[in-house]
């Protein structure tokens, strides 16, 4: 149970950042890094971008993957090195490629041959060389919300694979481009090793053709997407990070020297934060009680979004359980946490906590009925 005391006299909503598991999470992370030569980890930064949470990132020593150049110019805040940056997303604007190339970021993971084009024509503007790897849609599907599933042929991310050869032999055709390698991504949330396998066996048919062709890769960047148990964040607080390196280890025919590079953001972040509020009302209804909250989407909008469930837990009750409704106060009827949830009985002024908020909460909060953000606290 949390320590409310140590939440006194901070204002609801907020979210509250438990750095002492984030770091026993870094820590878990390097320990099985260094039991494989080569392998890389670049925080995807879109999964909590808070400037408190990113210097405990980048002291222990990971990269950045950013999908923005205010995600890049986040990163080089917080001091993490230029080098140690990949960029990737499908609408990279001018500003925030100039952005990279000036910073001298590791290397652009780019999206399509138009994109290309552009990269070459403004690194060739600063008499820079850009390093590039090619986002490749490997259409494998992923045990997943569909919303943020990334790798089948019909979402809008990557370079299909009939197209591969023809956009490395561009690259390799251009003056200010460096071909360095190939990007995966598949998706997010994903707890079935299986999804990962299948990605290997992509990547393994893909280097297979490649080769035959007289082309190799230095760098292989599968992405992330490795989930958290939000059902259990007690019980599971730190994910399974053997089990994820030894998939690729085992499933990947890697070249000699070849480098590998991994994206993960959520199980980073995930479970390490919670989002505090304050019960308002209970509400007695004819068909049941509405617990009344302060927070509402506008602070988190994963229920309402992805039909999320986060584990909803009262910290200052310890009486008998029953059963509510938490609710936010939006204008909205999706501006609901949790149906028929048994809790300790709720009161006005009572704190309940919304775990496994980490990630995608802080970041993706908004000013819907012109509220105010929420703020943060790395404790």
């Known amino acids: 149970m949390m320590d409310v005391k140590k939440f006194e006299g901070i204002e609801t909503p907020f979210y509250y950042y438990d750095k002492a598991l984030l770091q026993e999470t870094l820590a878990a992370i390097k320990a099985e890094l260094s039991k494989h030569e080569g392998y890389h980890l670049h925080y995807a ?86 390093r590039v790897c090619f986002r490749i849609n490997p259409n494998v599907g992923a045990h997943t919300h569909a919303n943020i599933t990334t790798g089948l042929a019909e979402n809008k991310f990557g370079i299909a694979m009939d197209d591969m050869e023809t956009a490395i032999k561009a690259a390799l055709e251009k003056k200010n481009i460096e071909f360095i390698g190939l990007h995966f991504h598949i998706g997010s949330q994903i707890l079935e090793m299986g999804d990962f396998e299948g990605l290997c066996r992509r990547i393994n048919e893909l280097q297979d053709r490649l080769e035959a062709q007289g082309i190799t890769v230095k760098n292989l960047n599968v992405g992330g997407g490795l989930g958290i148990a939000y059902d259990d964040p007690d019980g599971k607080p730190i994910p399974d990070f053997k089990k994820y390196f030894d998939t690729y280890t085992a499933g990947l025919q890697l070249r000699q020297g070849q480098q590998m590079h991994f994206e993960l953001g959520r199980a980073v972040v995930g479970q390490m934060g919670s989002l505090i509020t304050k019960v308002l009302y209970v509400k007695h209804a004819q068909v049941k009680q509405f617990c009344i909250v302060d927070a509402g989407m506008s602070d988190l909008i994963r229920p309402a979004l992805y039909g999320a469930h986060h584990v909803i837990q009262n910290i200052t009750s310890q009486e008998p359980q029953e059963k509510y409704d938490v609710v936010g106060p939006i204008c909205e009827s999706s501006d609901v946490f949790g149906k028929d949830e048994m809790l300790p009985a709720c009161h006005r002024g009572d704190l309940i906590a919304l775990r496994s908020a980490g990630a995608y909460g802080e970041i993706m909060a908004c000013q819907y009925n012109c509220r105010k953000l929420p703020k943060a606290y790395l404790m």
Not at 84 to 91: E, M, P, R, S, W
């Open 45 to 130: 930064i879109k999964a909590n971008a808070n400037i408190d949470v990113l210097r405990v990132i980048q002291q222990a020593g990971f990269g950045v993957d950013a999908v923005s150049g205010g995600e890049i110019q986040r990163a080089l805040d917080a001091g993490f090195a230029a080098d140690k940056i990949v960029y990737a997303g499908v609408g990279k604007a001018d500003w925030e490629i100039n952005l990279g190339l000036d910073a001298g970021i590791f290397c652009f993971n780019v999206e399509s041959l138009e994109e290309l084009g552009i990269i070459n024509e403004l690194a060739a503007a600063k008499g820079k060389t850009a």
